[in-house]
């Protein structure tokens, strides 16, 4: 029983894999602007946005979408502990292509980015709101917050900074 089981698995590995590995031939399509592909009945998203990395193809570092900030680094300076900072980042979308955030968080719960959900295209910007809660935090502070987007890289980071001055208990 154990051999027939592993043998089926092994079948069925082998013809998923075989069936995924297809190559077509066919010639690729005339691209088309961002308005013309709106414009077409029943497009998504994700037929919209461009992926900069594919398993069949060298990475496209040019026709992608890139995030431009003002500034990677907000120093807030001193604050006292139980402050809340708040900060936005302004960035434009200097690529070729629709920009669209996947997610944007930091490394605890105390630092919460929010982000916009609609594509940015390119030439216009958008924003990157951060609050970070200070309240039993005390002295240096380094909070990075990490986008993903369909950019070249995926990633992209920006911080705030400062120093929290424990309160006197």
Excluded at 13 to 24: D, K, V
Excluded at 80 to 109: D, M, Q, W, Y
Aim: hydrophobic share 35%; glycine share 6%; charged share 20%.
């Amino acid at each position: 029983m154990h051999k027939n089981k592993f043998t089926f698995l092994l079948l069925y590995g082998l013809s998923f894999a075989l069936g995924a590995c297809s190559n077509s031939n066919t010639e690729l399509e005339e691209e088309k602007s961002v308005q013309e592909i709106m414009a077409a009945p029943g497009i998504s998203n994700s037929e919209i946005i461009r992926s900069p990395v594919s398993a069949q193809a060298p990475a496209d570092t040019v026709n992608v979408a890139k995030m431009s900030f003002e500034e990677i680094t907000f120093d807030f300076g001193s604050v006292r502990e139980g402050t809340l900072v708040e900060h936005t980042f302004n960035f434009t979308n200097t690529g070729k292509k629709p920009l669209l955030i996947s997610n944007a968080r930091s490394t605890c719960g105390c630092t919460v980015p929010e982000w916009p959900r609609e594509p940015i295209m390119p030439g216009k910007g958008g924003q990157i709101n951060v609050r970070f809660n200070t309240e039993n935090k005390s002295k240096d502070q380094v909070k990075p917050i990490t986008i993903t987007a369909n950019t070249y890289p995926a990633t992209n980071k920006v911080y705030l900074q400062g120093f929290v001055e424990a309160t006197v208990q």
